[in-house]
């Protein structure tokens, strides 16, 4: 049973155009949600955070939408720079016990 | 510089022996957690703790076992009763489980 889906293995995106990776859930229950980047045998970077109380975030390039009522966030980084290529995976988690249940991951390409 | 470091890198071990994974982080962070990569997968959580001498299964925890005697310190066992333990073992630290975790570089552990 997966809980939180990011249904696009890949994505490419032409440098300094905008990159919007998506992430489905379906627990209710789940009211943290983060967006972690990462390398090929290194651990995940986060990049950043949305409470379920809020339903939208930034920081610099990175803004995560949340969309309480479609179960479905997403991560819009603009512009796309050829070093955002990565994996990116979504987590949520729910209540007070820090269990990140993670997705897939989407591979992002940013072409120069 | 604070951070969470994982020795070894790179494993390997004989079928039917048990190793342990360290890690240390030095974030004076009280919550620690190991997750377990495998090819085109997300991370799945083996084992958390959330306080010293405290600790919970995650949802892949047969076969592993930890210890946190020490703030500071989270090993992980991977035993012969794996039936599966080649995969890429992350380990990560929040300051406490209502905030973003950071994750260690990662040990590869392959199982000849």
């Known amino acids: 049973d997966q809980q939180v889906k990011q249904n696009s293995p890949s994505l490419s995106v032409q440098e300094g155009r905008i990159s919007i990776l998506n992430c489905d859930y379906t627990n209710s229950m789940f009211d943290y949600f983060l967006w972690y980047k990462k390398y090929p045998a290194e651990g995940p970077t986060f990049l950043i955070s949305i409470s379920s109380i809020k339903d939208k975030n930034e920081d610099g390039r990175f803004t995560v939408f949340l969309n309480k009522s479609a179960k479905h966030l997403s991560l819009h980084i603009v512009p796309s720079q050829p070093g955002d290529s990565a994996v990116y995976f979504c987590a949520a988690s729910s209540g007070n016990t820090g269990k990140l249940i993670f997705g897939q991951g989407t591979t992002l390409q940013v072409k120069p | 510089d604070g951070g969470i470091t994982q020795s070894p890198k790179y494993l390997f071990r004989k079928e039917g022996q048990n190793v342990t994974l360290s890690c240390e982080q030095n974030?004076?962070?009280?919550?620690m957690y190991w997750y377990r990569q495998d090819p085109g997968q997300g991370l799945r959580l083996i084992y958390y703790s959330q306080i010293v001498n405290d600790f919970q299964k995650g949802d892949i925890a047969e076969g592993y076992s930890v210890s946190r005697e020490k703030k500071e310190s989270f090993p992980l066992t991977v035993t012969s009763a794996q039936k599966n333990p080649t995969a890429f073992y992350l380990c990560a630290s929040s300051i406490d489980p209502y905030n973003e975790q950071f994750f260690g570089p990662g040990t590869r552990l392959t199982v000849l």
């Open positions: 974030l004076n962070h009280d919550a």
